[in-house]
């Protein structure tokens, strides 16, 4: 099937998304539009007093580390939400900026790590650099034995707390389920860095890479005091596609599927992603990002998938937009299609380089690493890009490329599922 085929059907699955009729297979994946879209609510799996109650900080002066770190980047444990009726605690990074003058406050920055990763100290010593207080946690109870990525890269700490082993399996208690302490970590690191009287409370930014990326889809639906989020990778659908999650009972994608509060999400967000991601397809991605109100695309073409390649340029431009008042990304409006050619109003905030159009023409629906995607220059007259869909295209999306080193992209047209 072609995209002048396909092209109905996506617009189609776009006005079912809009309405609430349910899109997605009843056998493996929740009534995300029924449940999420129309209502406008997401699951609740945590006591909010708790969630949002301020939590103790330690220093982790018993923590030998093997590496250097910078001088103004410490570690410490902060309390976490109860595990089985009894309390928790777990290990972050923060860090400020050097040199803040005094009366100054600046904007802040939560950093979630992927599957294999925990609190990476690199992390916050960058985003320090750029201004930013940072910090930096371990949502599965452990600590780091490295700067950054790797193998052993990290430790478990003593203490009871779920781990993400199992993530997938229908927890008897969802308050103990690793999914509501990993969120639970992120929101307690949050009201932490907002109470630092150095810190612009309402300036404070959200992160996170793969399973980071997932966790910040959700996160940002619970706690709508953060000014924008960028997940990377991570998105929501999880369970309708042969990627992240394979096995997981309805029961548990009906509570941890982030496709079940995107919906929820008020505060701007940018999905980054590539076309041929395995664990996070193109198209679960591409459906996901339409859910929330004021959401916004990066899709990169030869982008990899780790902690390293997946902090990409678009993450501190979004960020600094909200959180240091920067000049915004592009914003790009609806794609139309008519006689073979596609057109895209943009509006500009930093000075244009260049427009593409992604396409590929391959049949097959799993977006799986063996799809060939093609990317060729597309054309730019005042606020408008144009390009030909090139005939056998079967699957497409624009790109706009501004001079900050940014990609920012359409959703497209073929995401829908069969």
């Known amino acids: 099937m072609t995209w002048k085929t396909m092209a109905a059907v996506a617009m189609a699955a776009i006005s079912m998304a809009a309405t609430g009729a349910e899109t997605v297979p009843e056998e493996r994946c929740p009534n995300v539009h029924l449940t999420a879209a129309a209502a406008g609510k997401h699951p609740q799996l945590w006591d909010k007093k708790e969630l949002f109650a301020m939590p103790k900080m330690t220093p982790a002066t018993d923590l030998k580390f093997d590496f250097d770190y910078a001088d103004n980047v410490q570690p410490i444990y902060l309390e976490g939400i109860t595990y089985e009726g009894k309390p928790t605690r777990f290990f972050a990074w923060l860090g400020l900026p050097k040199d803040i003058p ?63 082993q199992n993530y997938e399996k229908d927890p008897a208690n969802p308050h103990d389920s690793w999914l509501a302490h990993a969120v639970g970590t992120i929101v307690r690191c949050h009201t932490y860095l907002r109470s630092l009287p150095q810190v612009d409370a309402k300036h404070i930014g959200l992160t996170g890479i793969s399973w980071g990326g997932y966790l910040t889809c959700i996160t940002a639906a619970v706690d709508d005091r953060f000014a924008a989020a960028v997940p990377v990778y991570g998105c929501g659908f999880i369970g309708e596609f042969k990627g992240t999650v ?33 664990p996070y397809q193109w198209e679960q991605w591409v459906r996901s990002s339409l859910l929330p109100k004021q959401a916004q695309r990066s899709c990169r073409l030869g982008l990899g998938h780790s902690h390293g390649q997946g902090r990409v340029p678009e993450i501190p431009l979004f960020l600094d937009a909200y959180c240091k008042g920067d000049a915004k990304v592009p914003l790009l409006g609806e794609q139309k299609v008519k006689d073979g050619v596609v057109t895209v109003k943009f509006k500009a905030y930093a000075p244009i380089e260049r427009a593409t159009i992604a396409w590929t023409e391959d049949t097959e629906r799993l977006s799986s690493p063996e799809r060939r995607w093609k990317e060729a220059p597309a054309g730019i007259l005042g606020d408008t890009i144009t390009a030909t869909v090139p005939e056998k295209a079967t699957r497409f999306f624009v790109n706009l490329y501004d001079i900050r080193g940014g990609v920012f992209s359409t959703a497209g047209y073929g995401y829908e599922s069969k």
């Not at 371990?138 to 478990?156: A, C, I, N, Q, S």
């Not at 096995?247 to 496709?259: N, V």
Request: include cysteine; charge should be negative.
């Open 246 to 278: 394979t096995d997981a009972p309805r029961s548990w994608l009906e509570l941890c599927d982030p496709c079940m509060y995107l919906a929820s999400v008020k505060i701007p967000i940018l999905f980054a992603n590539r076309p041929v991601d395995p």
């Open 102 to 164: 005094e009366g100054k406050k600046v904007p802040g920055v939560v950093l979630v790590h992927g599957g294999g990763g925990t609190a990476f100290v690199q992390w916050v010593e960058e985003w320090t650099a750029r201004g930013y207080a940072a910090i930096a946690m371990d949502t599965t109870g452990g600590r780091p034995l490295k700067r950054f990525e790797g193998e052993g890269v990290y430790e478990m700490l003593p203490g009871d707390r779920p781990g993400r």
